[in-house]
């Protein structure tokens, strides 16, 4: 998984070794790797120095890490399973686990039903998945009761952590609350907590569940668009006042739906321009970089990465905690690890659009470059892709694995895709 130079790109399924090539798309692929090895150990941590804790938000963004680049589902299941055994009685999980001081970050168990998900998505035994739905069912019972007749939320207890913000409101990485209790941050975390989990009831669970968790987050998101959608800033606030805005509620606006087509390419122009909004971190990036790209912003995914290629600039080898490294107590964090999911499923356009992984959707953003190839471990073997430009004109040839089918987009055309090589000539 080696980038070659910023008009060319090869990742490969190959594990990166441990010297940093010269250039910063390999520098970051390395490091990346590097990062997520010192982070994996019996279980996943979220530094190999300090606390060595499995948290939940890291741990989601590393296990994607872990099955983009070496297919090896191990980890990810043992965490899955856990963050399961974690869960109090009350229904939310503990924020991290295994430990002996149990600490408790609600939003966590929110991020542990998306992790599910994705092992649900991209992982190779999908019966695994379903078999913990009912935890699910138990975290999202948690969350309903401290849900308003509208649905938003009010007096969630204990730690309400969403990321490390250093701006007005936020307060020990909490989001902003208003005076009536209320936060968009949290509502939208929740609005998608219900719509993954709608979505695997409806395909491998309880239909009845799915009913029930789609009208819940219907509610929640007409109730989202009244409180917190600012019609003159054509932002989605913090808080029912309207007074405090950051990338975070608008990342989630885009990734739940709560803002249309239409206003999420007017919010994703914002969210890169606007130095108001308090700001995402190291971390909490892979979900702004997930909610460009869904608006139509993704050829521009190599154009975000300063954070790390500052980090590279300062000498580190691995990624910090913190985006303001002068402040990181921790050198070492793979939740900054995002870039080598990215890579795959963004630049190359790798992507499952089943659960299992039994379908492919292939939709690249190449931006500049001119010839980019890769592979990376499916279930059912090896996914390549490989693009080149001569002439003005695009050679693709896409790989799929045995058993695989699926289409690839390319310039708003669908093209098939069926097991085995295809080829596309001067598109």
């Known amino acids: 998984m080696i980038f070659t130079g910023p008009s060319s790109a090869t990742p ?3 594990r990166p070794d441990s010297t940093p090539p010269a250039r910063s798309f390999d ?13 994996a150990i019996e279980t996943y941590m979220d530094c190999p120095y300090y606390e060595q804790l499995q948290y939940v938000g890291d741990t989601r963004i590393q296990a994607l890490v872990s099955l983009y680049n070496s297919g090896d589902d191990r980890l990810v299941k043992n965490a899955i399973e856990q963050i399961d055994l974690s869960r109090r009685p009350e229904g ?33 035994d999908t019966a695994f998945a379903t078999g913990k739905l009912p935890g699910t069912r138990q975290v999202l019972s948690f969350f309903h009761g401290f849900q308003q007749p509208d649905g938003s939320l009010h007096g969630l207890p204990y730690w309400t952590f969403t990321d490390w913000v250093n701006s007005p409101g936020w307060n020990t990485g909490m989001a902003p609350v208003g005076a009536d209790g209320s936060s968009s941050v949290l509502d939208l975390q929740l609005l998608w907590g219900y719509q993954l989990a709608a979505e695997m009831e409806s395909r491998s669970g309880i239909k009845e569940y799915s009913g029930l968790y789609r009208s819940y987050a219907s509610r929640l998101k007409t109730t989202i668009r009244a409180k917190y959608w600012d019609s003159n800033r054509r932002l989605f606030a913090d808080r029912p006042e309207k007074d405090l805005f950051s990338q975070h509620a608008n990342t989630l606006a885009i990734l739940t739906g709560a803002a249309d087509d239409q206003e999420a390419k007017g919010i994703a122009k914002r969210l890169l321009t606007d130095t108001g909004l308090a700001q995402a971190s190291i971390y909490f990036r892979y979900y702004l970089h997930l909610a460009l790209t869904r608006a139509g912003y993704g050829n521009d995914y190599l154009q975000w990465l300063d954070k790390w290629r500052e980090n590279i600039a300062l000498g580190l080898t691995t990624w910090a905690e913190m985006s303001d490294v002068a402040d990181s107590r921790s050198d070492c964090h793979a939740w900054g690890a995002s870039p080598n999911i990215e890579f795959f499923r963004t630049i190359l356009g790798l992507d499952s659009e089943a659960p299992g992984f039994t379908r492919v959707r292939v939709e690249p953003h190449l931006g500049s470059l001119k010839n980019a190839s890769g592979s990376i471990p499916h279930p059912n073997g090896t996914l390549s892709a490989s693009y080149q430009q001569n002439n003005g004109k695009w050679d693709i040839r896409l790989e799929l694995p045995p ?15 069926k097991p085995g090589l295809n080829t596309f000539k001067s598109l």
């Open 12 to 14: 490969s399924n190959k």
């Open 27 to 39: 520098s970051i692929l390395v490091i990346g790797w590097h990062t997520a090895r010192l982070c």
């Open 92 to 124: 939310v999980t503990l924020s991290r686990y295994p430990t002996q001081m149990p600490q408790l970050i609600p939003p966590f168990s929110l991020w542990w039903i998306g992790m599910l998900h994705d092992y649900w998505r991209y992982g190779r």
């Open 403 to 417: 058993g695989t089918g699926g289409r690839l987009i390319w310039k708003q055309k669908e093209y098939p895709l």
